[in-house]
């Protein structure tokens, strides 16, 4: 019998399973976050390091018997980030006198593409607080599209839907545009009732842009047309991110599953977006994922060692 370890890392919770080579769960846990470009790769190193060994105790496995260990973690989507991280846990281990096996560390989204299509092909779409869409061909290519960030990029996101929102309402209170619904529900939610308010909470109190997304989302719904005008132009952006992905994968049908909250939850603006993938992309096919990305990262560890061995 083999066993692997895939570990989902994100920016407040991190997943551990250890499984063996049928996928079959034999112990899971999971410990705080591991964003290590923000707390630092020593405090990350000891939590993946902590999860491991539990896991294989709890198991009763040596760390010697797993075969291979794949961290996808939130901060990983550049290879020398990732390589820092690594040879972080890898040094940690030696230093202890643990064992580890074959041990990588790749971005959040790779793991989460490969449990979602149980390492075949298709793409997903990510649009929570950023957005960014991976895919993988037919012959094992990965893909990307978007993924810029929110300084030039994150079309579609909460970021992004939030921001616009908050402009509308700036150029409402300055008299350069016209009331809109979502002035009343700042107010309501936020207190912001005036230009120097929403100065303050932005540039003062660091107000997330991205959780005024889900108000603009209810105005939309609630008929509010500039609101809708904003939910418009970002689903568009996706539609944007979805063709060109389906250039890069040269199918003439593309699976598609959604991550992240802001289409992943049954609002307006995720029902939008489906009904434009329905009319203007039929051969784009949305379905659930197959795995969640911690079991994506066990089918990476499972396709390494068949690679090396």
């Not at 539990?54 to 496995?61: Q, R």
């Not at 909250?261 to 939008?272: P, R, V």
């Amino acid at each position: 019998m083999e066993y692997f370890i895939g570990i989902d890392g994100g920016g407040t919770k991190t997943k551990c399973v250890l499984c063996d080579q049928n996928l079959n769960i034999l112990y899971e846990n999971h410990s705080g976050p591991s964003n290590f470009l923000t707390i630092g790769t020593d405090i990350v190193s000891e939590t993946i390091l902590d999860l491991i060994e539990k896991s294989c105790k709890s198991a009763n496995i040596s760390t010697s018997l797993i075969k291979s260990i794949f961290l996808g973690t939130t901060g990983a989507g550049r290879e020398s980030d990732a390589q820092k991280l690594e040879n972080s846990v890898i040094n940690l281990a030696e230093s202890k006198k643990i064992k580890l096996n074959n041990f990588k560390v790749v971005s959040d989204a790779r793991i989460a593409l490969e449990g979602a299509f149980a390492g075949n092909s298709g793409s997903i779409l990510i649009a929570g607080t950023g957005s960014i869409m991976f895919g993988k061909d037919s012959k094992g290519n990965i893909h990307r599209v978007g993924g810029f960030g929110r300084l030039i990029g994150d079309e579609g996101s909460g970021l992004v839907i939030g921001s616009k929102g908050l402009q509308m309402v700036g150029k409402y209170y300055d008299g350069r545009g016209k009331y809109t619904s979502l002035v009343k529900l700042l107010e309501e939610n936020f207190e912001i009732s005036d230009q120097s308010n929403l100065i303050i909470k932005v540039y003062s109190n660091n107000l997330n842009l991205q959780d005024v997304a889900p108000l603009v989302i209810k105005s939309a719904e609630e008929g509010d047309g500039l609101c809708t005008n904003i939910l418009d132009e970002e689903s568009n952006e996706l539609l944007l991110h979805i063709a060109a992905m389906k250039n890069h994968l040269k199918n003439d049908e593309m699976k598609l599953v959604f991550i992240g909250g802001t289409i992943t939850s049954e609002n307006f603006y995720s029902k939008m977006l489906k009904e434009k993938i329905k009319m203007f992309m039929p051969n784009i096919k949305i379905q659930n994922a197959d795995y969640p990305p911690e079991i994506g990262a066990v089918i990476m560890a499972k396709k390494f060692v068949e690679n090396y061995e």
